[in-house]
């Protein structure tokens, strides 16, 4: 079974919650938006999973995280990949996300390999357009990090 480490940022706005997604790089993203975004995260194997978490959020944004992370319930996507993530209050400057980059083959089964980055930016929304744009199985996350910050 996969399993997959993430975190979700977020930052308290007055009297609101807002969370930090990413989108992914690549010319199949390019034109997709809802239900596209993602928390920066990606697979593991043999790693502390809050270990490959952290890991997988410098390697998509380029920026550490650190502090105090609240762990969040385990879900299973669609994919049947496990996806374990931690929620952490922290602002960052999402113009400043410095992806890392990976090849692939473009067009499909083409020859040709064109590098794209893992991310092509990030951006901050209020909880309810964040819950639109996350690829569905992950909406779970913003739900139990209102209830955590509500408790």
Known sequence: MK???????FRKKADSIEVM????????????DEGAWSIPKGEFTDEDPLAAARR???EETGMEAAGTFIEL????????KLVMA????KNIDVS???SNEFEMEWPPRSGKFISVPEVDKGEWFSTSIAKQKIIPGQAALIDELLEKLHA
């Open 21 to 32: 997604l990413v989108h992914p790089g690549g010319p199949f993203w390019k034109n997709k």
């Open 3 to 9: 399993k997959s480490a993430g975190i979700l940022l």
């Open 96 to 98: 400043k996300i410095k």
């Open 73 to 80: 319930t385990p879900l299973r996507q669609k994919s049947g």
């Open 86 to 89: 931690w929620a952490l209050q």
């Open 56 to 58: 997988e959020f410098f």
